[in-house]
């Protein structure tokens, strides 16, 4: 069911559809490592848009990797816990099942 621009799927807890476009590494999508780092903002067309690292590795353009938001949510489903996180802010933990730490961006 489409409502607008957005599409509407129960329980789907992001206001971005699940298909939108969200930024990673292949050290998150191929190598099993956390995410402990997502941050939302906003891009140059207004657009949201979502980050999602480990944190662990340093980050590389040749790592970098577009996914869906929905595959992010399959890969670990705890990013749910910060669905609501508003364009500007990002969210930190030191590990996997840990407590997310919310802050706003300079």
Known sequence: MTTGSK???RGWPFEDPPDTPAVTT?????GGLPIL????EEDEDGASTWN???GTVPFSMDDAQLVRLDT???????????AGLPIGYSATRPARGSKWEIRKEA
């Open 37 to 40: 780092y997502v941050s939302h």
């Open 72 to 82: 992010i949510a399959g890969i670990d489903p705890t990013v749910l816990e910060i």
């Open 7 to 9: 599409l509407t799927i």
């Open 26 to 30: 292949t050290h998150v999508t191929k």
């Open 52 to 54: 999602f690292q480990c």
